[in-house]
């Protein structure tokens, strides 16, 4: 029975394959092995995803799978949690499963528990001890979590210090730095320039930061101006 359900998933999963799309994942994703994608188009995924929570037995025997073949898989559980989940605690705990076998950018920025936005305390102490942690995509996760959930109303100026206090080698960890830095310059401007001033960012962020944030039609061109200014 068991066995059924996670071979119906992943047949379901193939059916919506598209070849051109999967040739173009992998190309966009190198840190994974292209026979490890369908090639699923991330609105059908997501339309099957709202199907599937909606079978209770199957969903959570899919959830208890870890780790999981392909990388739709994990899309999916990513989706499925936030659709589920009710439990800030739970949603935590889930998390805290999952986060360790997430090896790529994609499926990472993916992951997007609204239940965060409704229990901030909660999500911001998970988020700082993701910050800790020595896996990339970990990092990865939280630095969008906040940028996705934090950037607004419930934004406090520790965040931009816990993001900005990061130092990494990890590629995909210093982009989501840069890319969290140039929407704070869009949302949290006087905060976010303050960064940049101070030169608290190692170059590369830095200039990576400012480069995002130029491109952004969102500020002003005043604005970008002084940030090209600032550029190290």
Request: charged share 30%; with cysteine; hydrophobic share 45%.
């Amino acid at each position: 029975m068991e066995e059924n359900v996670i071979g119906r998933i992943e047949r379901d999963l193939h059916s919506m394959a598209d070849e051109g799309y999967r040739a173009f994942q992998a190309k966009l994703i190198p840190t994974i092995a292209a026979d490890r994608i369908i090639g699923v188009r991330t609105p059908q995924l997501r339309r099957y995803a709202r199907e599937l929570s909606r079978d209770d037995a199957a969903s959570e025997r899919f959830l208890a799978e870890l780790p999981h073949r392909y990388y739709e898989e994990y899309n999916l559980h990513g989706e499925l949690l936030a659709r589920r989940t009710k439990d800030i605690g739970r949603l935590i705990a889930e998390l805290d499963r999952l986060l360790p076998y997430v090896d790529n950018w994609a499926t990472c920025d993916m992951i997007s528990p609204r239940l965060f936005a409704r229990h901030p305390a909660q999500a911001g102490e998970a988020i700082v001890r993701w910050l800790r942690s020595d896996h990339t995509y970990t990092v990865r996760f939280a630095v969008v979590a906040l940028l996705g959930f934090f950037l607004d109303d419930r934004f406090r100026a520790e965040h931009l210090d816990w993001v900005c206090s990061l130092r990494s080698d990890e590629y995909y960890v210093r982009m989501a730095v840069a890319w969290y830095v140039s929407v704070a310059l869009v949302k949290q401007w006087d905060a976010a320039i303050g960064v940049l001033r101070r030169g608290s960012l190692d170059p590369w962020v830095h200039n990576k930061a400012i480069q995002k944030a130029v491109e952004s039609f969102r500020i002003s061109d005043d604005r970008k101006a002084l940030l090209r200014s600032l550029r190290r």
